[in-house]
């Protein structure tokens, strides 16, 4: 898994209460189980018509969000389906963050185990977020993980809380397997020891 650690990235608002995971990537999406390729299916509703033509106002069709790879959202974002998939299509089109005031548990979980920082801010600070994000190529912000800052365009910061052991998982880049990929020499000494000790299993 990539490591976080910070991101200065451009943020594209897309400032809609409960985006389901059926937005964020369709179901007719939903029958490989590759992690890339994805990121053309994001949002697909939003972001074509029926014919595949692109929808010029919707946020990341736009010229200065095509590159975005922080979303700043409305409230409870990820509800619905518990599909793994809407993290792998965010991490496919380049997404490494998404802020909102809420997630659905599910979806919030996933997007650990898939390098992706989720972070949950007040109403308020919301609404900062999204008028920065407004400026369009301007629209960059900082995103310290280790000091757990947001920084704005205009230097104003915003502190979040994260689970210390999210937090580590994510500067160190270990998903559940790197997790247990780091005791692999505990694991190891103890198969050793019941091997000669238990040799008739």
Excluded at 121 to 143: C, F, Y
Excluded at 176 to 188: F, N
Aim: hydrophobic share 40%; charged share 25%.
């Amino acid at each position: 898994m990539q490591k976080f650690d910070v991101l200065n990235g451009v943020a594209a608002p897309l400032n809609i209460v409960n985006i389901d995971t059926d937005m964020i990537i369709p179901k007719q999406f939903l029958k490989t189980i590759k992690r890339t390729g994805l990121g053309k299916s994001l949002f697909f509703e939003m972001r074509y018509t029926q014919d595949g033509t692109e929808m010029p106002e919707f946020v990341l069709n736009k010229p200065a969000y095509r590159k975005a790879e922080i979303l700043v959202a409305g409230d409870n974002f990820g509800c619905g389906s518990s599909r793994e998939h809407a993290p792998w299509a965010l991490l496919d089109f380049g997404i490494r963050c998404v802020i909102s005031t809420s997630f659905a548990d599910i979806f919030y979980n996933n997007c650990f185990k898939n390098g992706i920082l989720p972070i949950v801010v007040s109403p308020d600070d919301l609404k900062k977020l999204l008028d920065d994000a407004e400026r369009g190529a301007n629209a960059t912000l900082s995103i310290d993980l280790p000091k757990q800052e947001i920084r704005g365009p205009d230097g104003g910061t915003i502190k979040f809380d994260i689970d210390a052991h999210r937090k580590h998982c994510l500067l160190n880049g270990l998903d559940d397997i790197g997790l247990t990929l780091e005791k692999a020499a505990s694991i190891d000494a103890y198969e050793t020891k019941a091997a000669a000790s238990h040799s008739w299993l």
